[in-house]
């Protein structure tokens, strides 16, 4: 979560974090989570970028730190929030009532071009 709080928070980018679709796929593939490291210079990295958090995005400046992080609050509660499933896009199909049943169709003679669109799900 950022730091910054309020209804334009997530616009602030200064203190902006990994959003946490972005963490779940960290957590699930080494390589996704080293191309984001790989982003950042180690030099530029609070402790040269040995001490990340996962699950917050976040370096630290020493393993005191990263243990201190780990006991508290807040990255209890991210981790609580990344046990729920990423937001997707079917998700937001389903509850809009949006769903993949073409119906049945009337002339299928001719819809014969389009008959090769179905099942593409
Ligand atoms: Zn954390």
Redesign the pocket.
Same mark, same amino acid.
């Given at each position: 979560m950022p730091a910054i709080r309020g209804p334009k928070s997530k616009s602030k980018t200064r203190r902006h974090t990994r959003d946490l679709d972005q963490v779940h796929a960290d957590v699930a593939s080494k390589e996704h989570l080293q191309k984001y490291k790989d982003l950042h210079a180690h030099e530029d990295l609070p402790g040269f970028g040995d001490f990340y &958090?996962t699950? &917050?995005a976040?370096w630290f400046e020493s393993q005191t730190n990263l243990d201190k +992080?780990?006991k508290g609050k807040p +990255?209890k509660r991210?981790v609580r929030d990344l046990k729920e499933e990423p937001y997707s896009q079917k998700e937001a199909e389903a509850a809009a009532g949006l769903t993949t049943d073409n119906g049945k169709r009337l002339n299928e003679e001719d819809m014969v071009d389009a008959s090769e669109d179905e099942d593409v799900r």
């Amino acid at each position: 979560m950022p730091a910054i709080r309020g209804p334009k928070s997530k616009s602030k980018t200064r203190r902006h974090t990994r959003d946490l679709d972005q963490v779940h796929a960290d957590v699930a593939s080494k390589e996704h989570l080293q191309k984001y490291k790989d982003l950042h210079a180690h030099e530029d990295l609070p402790g040269f970028g040995d001490f990340y &958090c996962t699950e &917050c995005a976040k370096w630290f400046e020493s393993q005191t730190n990263l243990d201190k +992080h780990a006991k508290g609050k807040p +990255h209890k509660r991210r981790v609580r929030d990344l046990k729920e499933e990423p937001y997707s896009q079917k998700e937001a199909e389903a509850a809009a009532g949006l769903t993949t049943d073409n119906g049945k169709r009337l002339n299928e003679e001719d819809m014969v071009d389009a008959s090769e669109d179905e099942d593409v799900r």
